[in-house]
């Protein structure tokens, strides 16, 4: 019902705009029908996908449960909400395949449904591909929501809705123009907070209009949730009317004076929210009254700012009219000077995404660090040094001119993929960031809802997470990954599209760093191997590295060689010698750190030996260990029985 009133408004303005918005960006004008269905579509699947992810997040992080299935949720009243909502996600996003195939490309609705226009429609624009995925995993919630109770299917679906929300959004505005790489990351973070705080306060007062009062718990767990979202979603909507509006007066075109709409409906969400924090003092009618005030700006805020955003996708921003370059196109930015080393160390350029993320570990890390030294606990220095170097590396190659440059020249992209893949997870996983969390976090009484330390217990024993451990799994994700991306078309598309070379890059890190952490992390995996099984796992990978680098070397053909074409670097034209030097690059950089992890995995097999035999000698001297006594025992039974038994000859 919320969703009523800026359905009607949006509706309205989109026919209102008739067909200049799509004059403005030269595409043939679908019709008033269309174009309405298409805008209404949007407010129905937006209003149901924050819901959805919402309602999971609250369910999972914020609503807390005791006894012996706190990590359980309810069917009714957890899961309700999810279920519908991923059924109405469903259901328009699956309209929207074929409406928005044919408003993008300027086909009447009723037309599109002709054999053959559908398949046509799809190919043509990106929008179906991501309603799709939409369609796919909100069916899968539904399913799931239905189906399972638990805690941790809950957040891998809560996982996969967030992604299936940013599908729509890093296909469409975000994809162009210049500096488009900001544009993209700060979406990625912006649309999963939007999600949470709209979807979560929606719950919440839900839960607080039929009488369920929170307790203390969760209204603390609300206010972090809500306010953190907040700030994350705010840094991201200012960078992107940033980027969407360059060269521009802020309030001289009809996108400026829109984001400043929301700018202004999302201060005033910020401050109704702090205001939300005083409320645990009133009591009786006045907390009543004061909830009632909260609810109505709250939905009001959120109601309108969902409607200017829908509003927005339909109306060209002033980034499409900037004039851009090929590369630009591409990369959101250009590489016009030649990669020497000092362009390569010194022409940096921010990677939003993985700066962040950065950011975000090597915080979270020193509040165990810090947590552990107020307890008195011992931390090793070593592992803290690792963690935080992992990262440092991970933020010079992604932003450093080796980021900036890594998708313009394929030797330079193998320097980046082994930093990823073969460097930063080994200095990642000698800092045992699983160990420091569970000694960090406090485990609940039996009698206490579930938290942090309970949390990270239950995804260590999920066994979907157990799979993803097991180490020929690993081995073969980790040594197919280069023969899958390189040999097949996938690098080639990855590279054209920023969401997707960021997700190129995570999987390489995720890749490596589930490798090296059965071989030499400090975590103990849930599969452990013995030295000699991880020694033969490292040994039997490396001829693969080796074979890769030789196959890329002797290749006939170009990786990528349309895309690298198009682009036109100006300091390079042998394309072929390119890529002879980056499968060089690729044989060496591949094998070095797999034989340095050889001498680290040794030095671990026998430091582990002394430590294992210094405590076998020290339990011997104290009386702790009776084997050796037994077997002196066996020896001396084994002495007796043969004395007392007669010989062959006396029996003869």
């Excluded at 606990?377 to 440059?405: C, E, F, N, Q």
């Amino acid at each position: 019902m919320l969703a009523l009133i800026p359905l009607i408004v949006v509706v309205a303005v989109t026919a209102g705009l008739g067909r200049d918005v799509y004059d403005a960006v030269t595409r043939d004008y679908p019709g008033v029908m269309t174009s309405m269905l298409s805008a209404g579509l949007r407010i129905i699947v937006q209003f149901a996908s924050i819901m959805c992810v919402g309602s999971m997040f609250y369910a999972a992080f914020i609503r807390p449960r005791k006894g012996s299935g706190r990590l359980l949720l309810d069917p009714r009243g957890d899961l309700r909400s999810v279920r519908t909502s991923a059924a109405v996600w469903f259901i328009a996003a699956v309209v929207l395949i074929l409406v928005d195939g044919a408003d993008s490309n300027g086909y009447p609705v009723l037309k599109a449904l002709a054999p053959g226009a559908l398949g046509y429609l799809v190919q043509a624009s990106y929008l179906p591909g991501a309603w799709i995925v939409a369609s796919l995993v909100a069916a899968t919630i539904f399913i799931g929501a239905s189906l399972s109770r638990s805690w941790v299917a809950v957040v891998g679906m809560l996982i996969l809705g967030m992604a299936a929300m940013l599908g729509p959004v890093v296909v469409t505005q975000v994809l162009v123009g210049p500096d488009h790489d900001f544009g993209g990351d700060a979406s990625i973070f912006g649309v999963p907070a939007t999600a949470i705080l709209f979807g979560a306060t929606a719950i919440h007062l839900s839960r607080l209009c039929r009488g369920m009062v929170p307790s203390p718990q969760a209204s603390r767990r609300f206010r972090l949730s809500v306010v953190s979202a907040w700030f994350v979603g705010a840094a991201a909507l200012i960078l992107v009317a940033w980027f969407e509006t360059p060269g521009t007066v802020f309030y001289a075109t009809v996108t400026g004076r829109l984001f400043a709409v929301e700018l202004g409906l999302w201060a005033v969400l910020g401050i109704n929210l702090f205001q939300l924090h005083g409320l645990d003092r009133f009591k009786g009618q006045e907390l009543r009254s004061r909830l009632i005030r909260f609810g109505v700006v709250a939905v009001a805020s959120m109601s309108v700012f969902i409607a200017v955003n829908v509003i927005m996708t339909r109306i060209p921003p002033p980034q499409y009219f900037v004039p851009v370059s090929v590369m630009e196109i591409f990369f959101g930015y250009d590489v016009i000077p030649e990669p020497t080393l000092a362009v390569l160390a010194l022409d940096w350029r921010m990677n939003t995404f993985f700066a962040v993320v950065a950011l975000v570990g090597v915080a979270l890390y020193m509040v165990g660090v810090l947590r552990l030294r107020r307890r008195q606990d011992h931390w090793p220095v070593g592992r803290t040094i690792s963690w935080i170097l992992g990262w440092v590396v991970l933020v010079i190659t992604t932003s450093s001119g080796l980021g900036k440059y890594s998708g313009a020249a394929f030797s330079i992209h193998m320097i980046l993929h082994m930093s990823l893949n073969m460097v930063i997870p080994v200095l990642l996983v000698m800092g045992g960031p699983v160990t420091l969390a569970l000694r960090a976090t406090k485990p609940a009484r039996k009698e206490e809802a579930a938290g942090p330390h309970e949390w990270l217990m239950a995804f260590l024993r999920w066994p979907l997470f157990k799979h993803l451990y097991n180490p020929l799994w690993v081995f073969i994700e980790f040594i197919s990954s280069y023969y899958v991306l390189y040999f097949t078309p996938l690098f080639e598309q990855a590279m054209r599209y920023h969401w997707a070379h960021q997700l190129f890059n995570i999987h390489l890190l995720i890749v490596g760093y589930l490798f090296y952490s059965l071989v030499i992390g400090v975590d103990l995996p849930p599969r452990p191997l013995p030295h000699i099984g991880k020694l033969g796992l490292v040994l039997a990978a490396m001829p693969f590295h080796a074979f890769f680098g030789i196959a890329v070397m002797s290749s006939g053909s170009i990786i990528a060689e349309n895309f690298y074409q198009y682009i036109d670097r100006p300091w390079l034209a042998d394309l072929h010698a390119d890529q002879y030097l980056g499968g060089g690059i690729a044989w060496a950089a591949g094998e070095i750190p797999l034989l340095m992890v050889v001498l680290a995995l040794f030095y671990q097999w026998s430091r582990q030996d002394r430590r294992d035999s210094v405590r076998i000698d020290r339990h011997l001297d104290a009386g702790l260990d009776g084997s050796f006594d037994a077997y002196n025992d066996m020896l001396s039974k084994l002495a007796t029985r043969q004395a007392t038994q007669p010989s062959a000859m006396e029996t003869t």
